[in-house]
């Protein structure tokens, strides 16, 4: 049975992620923080704070013998901080840099050195690397730019392993209100997130 690593499993996009592969026959090792997701198929949940860069070791130690028997890893941890521009901090940047990059990078490189990795997606958001101004999500959009140069550098260094970045617009159900522009399902983005682990497209 192939089984996958998901991290953020029990927020929103996480919970459609363990419906989805499990769904498909898959066995999901859905990390968790403080709200146990209350699906129980083919799934188990680990918890993990990944608040610092030990907390991030000891839960890859813990739990290192499970997340060897994965051949697929999803990226899906990803914390926001909505600040204006103006009032951002140098904590604020070193906060989002180490939950969307430094967690996703700690997680990879333990797979890669010690697992069976076939494939792994890193979550963006929509317009990711886009040089602009941000007024709201800077630290954001600094750190997840951070991980699509970490996913293509990935790809091309590991030819054997389908790399894949998916970038969602604002969820529905999600905290983000756009000013304008059309949410995406949580459903349909765990679909195309399937899609690229089963299918090993490669989509950076
Ligand atoms: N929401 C959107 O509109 C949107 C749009 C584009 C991209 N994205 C990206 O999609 C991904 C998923 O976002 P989401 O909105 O679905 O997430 P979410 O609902 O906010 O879920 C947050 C997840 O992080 C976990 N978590 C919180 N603090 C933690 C800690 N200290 N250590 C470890 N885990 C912790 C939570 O666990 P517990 O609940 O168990 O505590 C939960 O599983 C992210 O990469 C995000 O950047 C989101």
Redesign the pocket.
């Known amino acids: 049975m192939n089984k996958v690593l998901i991290?953020?499993?029990?927020?929103?996009?996480?919970?459609s992620l363990v419906e989805k592969f499990t769904d498909n026959g898959w066995f999901v090792f859905a990390?968790?923080?403080?709200?146990?997701?209350a699906f129980s198929g083919e799934c188990e949940w680990l918890?993990?704070?990944?608040?610092t860069l030990e907390?991030t070791r000891m839960f890859i130690e813990h739990n290192k013998e499970k997340l060897m028997q994965c051949t697929a890893l999803i990226?899906?941890?990803?914390?926001?901080t909505y600040k204006s521009t103006g009032d951002i901090t140098s904590s604020d940047l070193n906060s989002d840099l180490h939950?969307?990059l430094i967690?996703a990078n700690e997680i990879t490189s333990f797979l890669l050195r010690s697992g069976n990795l076939h494939s792994v997606v890193n979550?963006?958001?929509?317009g990711v690397g886009e040089i602009r101004p941000y007024r709201k999500i800077l630290p954001?959009a600094i750190a997840?730019a951070g991980l699509q140069l970490l996913t293509i550098s990935n790809e091309s260094e590991f030819p054997d392993v389908n790399f894949s970045m998916v970038?969602?617009?604002?969820?529905t159900?999600?905290?983000?209100r756009k000013v304008s522009g059309e949410?995406?399902e949580?459903e349909s983005?765990a679909e195309e997130i399937f899609k690229n682990v089963s299918g090993g497209d490669h989509n950076v």
């Not at 918890?47 to 608040?51: M, P």
């Open positions: 991290t953020g499993a029990s927020g929103l996009l996480g919970r990390h968790y923080y403080n709200n146990r997701g918890r993990g704070d990944f608040s907390e990226n899906n941890y990803g914390p926001i939950g969307n967690v979550i963006g958001f929509e954001h997840k970038s969602p617009s604002s969820l159900g999600g905290e983000y949410y995406a949580p983005i």
